[in-house]
């Protein structure tokens, strides 16, 4: 089955300094990966996702990530923190052909942004 | 974009009791929704997937007879959570798909908190 695995639970940057939350996939066959932001007592917001097109995916609030297939990874980055962008994100993974969009989330990571 | 809610955002209850949580697509029809339940500080673990007209399909581990799922209309699905008890309190998440395949979007609601007391 395929799964996402996030490296750190928690990451702490300083406003202005770049982003980077880490997550690797697990799948056989070629998968749709999201990322999503979730906020205190809120349900989700969709960053941005990789459904097998362009490798460089660029979402909103100037998040951006790449899926790299020789490493399993789709790591997301944004060149200079907020405030605001401190929150709880999440990878996710699904097989569309296989799954539908029943997606299979890692465990999160806690983004801290300090002034 | 399209629009996912929730009801009700947040509900206290008695042990024992039925709680019912309504997840509605308010502008698209949705021939698939998914429940997730989150545990503080966890990520969202995939309860059920439910396609209008027919029987859900439960994960692993989830009971079905006490997490009742019904996907009546392409616009509403229900979540009852019957007889709960303390550790049924969680965050439940329903997300609706526009399309069971791969053309298909996902839209997630607000979240619905159930504490039982």
């Known amino acids: 089955a395929q799964s996402v695995t996030q490296l750190g639970s928690h990451v702490s940057v300083s406003e202005g300094a770049l982003v980077l939350l880490r997550c690797n996939y697990s799948?056989?066959?070629?998968?749709?990966l999201f990322w999503y932001v979730q906020y205190p007592n809120q349900g989700l917001q969709l960053l941005l996702k990789?459904?097998?097109?362009?490798?460089l995916v660029k979402g909103i609030n100037g998040f951006e990530a790449e899926f790299k297939k020789s490493e399993t990874s789709f790591h997301l980055t944004k060149p200079s923190a907020h405030m605001s962008d401190a929150a709880e994100y999440f990878c996710?993974?699904?097989?569309?052909?296989?799954?539908?969009?029943?997606?299979?989330f890692g465990k999160g990571t806690s983004l801290l942004v300090t002034p | 974009g399209a629009v996912v809610s929730q009801h009700p955002s947040r509900v206290i209850c008695k042990s024992g009791t039925s709680v019912k949580i309504e997840c509605r697509s308010l502008?698209?029809?949705?021939?698939?929704m998914f429940w997730y339940r989150q545990f503080p500080k966890q990520s969202l673990m995939l309860m059920a997937t439910?396609?209008?007209?027919?029987?859900?399909?439960?994960e692993q581990g989830v009971e079905k007879d006490k997490f009742l799922i019904n996907h009546a209309s392409l616009t509403l699905s229900t979540l009852t959570v019957t007889s709960a008890h303390p550790e049924d309190s969680s965050f439940y998440i329903c997300?609706?798909?526009?399309?069971?395949?791969?053309?298909?979007?996902?839209?997630f609601g607000e979240g619905s908190r159930l504490t039982v007391l």
């Open positions: 997300s609706a798909s526009t399309s069971g395949g791969s053309t298909g979007e996902l839209f």
């Open positions: 799948s056989s066959v070629p998968p749709y």
């Open positions: 990789y459904t097998s097109a362009a490798t």
């Open positions: 996710a993974v699904t097989i569309p052909q296989t799954s539908g969009y029943a997606l299979n």
């Open positions: 502008d698209f029809q949705a021939t698939t």
């Open positions: 439910s396609n209008e007209g027919s029987k859900a399909t439960y």
